[in-house]
């Protein structure tokens, strides 16, 4: 039997927070990881400022975990620089106050000027959402056309 | 000859505040509203709580607004509650701090269960990016096997 523990502080074995070193992520955050040799993951607990109206979890912030989730998988690749430039979410199921959310992504594919990557969203054993991203690699020419 | 005005606490005349019925929403916002005869739009500025670790507009914030932008014009058709089910976002140029993005969303189709909307999302005249989701009219059984 697997027991959830949802006190809304409680932060499972082996996860750290990470040091945001974005504004947005420290606004909508803190954001957690734990990495060993066989999984990277990252998560966060559902609190108030979290939810919609109906008190389930928001899809925005859903969304906002998936881009820093993804988009981690994308810096492990070792790339650099990347801007996302599409991103599909298809909501599974609601998350709900006190939910441990956990998000596990990878880079299927990744060409010249292009990766695809995609992730699972997970509240214990339930999928509750998956995402799938296209990152590019800024080139010099798009840079400058800023 | 357009003048825009980037201070970071100007406010575009015609705009209110919207109250956040969602904590979620307060916690990001302040989001803004215009209604008139000829539109319906929503606006936000981009502060430094809104950016990414490069400094321009984190892609989760501008997905998030998207999410408040489309959710508004399922809200118009009157159907009552619904819940994002697809959410699929283009992003076409960054957004910087102190830009002014305006977001415009219609439903383009209504059926028995789902909404589709479409939105466009602006800074001036410039696309910043395009979003399409999909919204489901919870059945009595889906509620009940939440």
């Known amino acids: 039997m697997t027991t959830v523990n949802t006190n809304i502080n409680f932060v499972p074995d082996g996860y750290k927070p990470i040091v945001h070193s974005a504004p947005y992520g420290a606004l909508i955050g803190p954001v957690y990881e734990r990495v060993d040799e066989e999984d990277s993951v990252r998560a966060f607990r559902v609190k108030k400022q979290h939810t919609n109206s109906l ?5 925005g912030m859903l ?10 998988a994308v810096i492990r690749t070792g790339r650099g620089l990347t801007a996302t430039v599409r991103m599909v979410t298809e ?8 939910d441990w ?3 596990r992504a990878s880079v ?5 000027t292009l990766l695809f990557a995609e992730g699972q969203f997970q509240v214990g054993a339930s999928l509750i959402m998956i995402a799938s991203g296209v990152f590019v690699v800024p080139s010099d020419r798009n ?3 800023e």
Chains 1, 2 share one sequence.
């Open 108 to 112: 299927s594919k990744s060409t010249g």
């Open 101 to 103: 959310v956990e998000g």
């Open 143 to 145: 840079i400058k056309s």
């Open 63 to 72: 969304m906002s975990f998936a881009d820093i989730v993804l988009a981690q």
């Open 55 to 59: 008190g389930y979890l928001h899809g």
């Open 91 to 98: 909501f599974m199921a609601p998350g709900r106050l006190g």
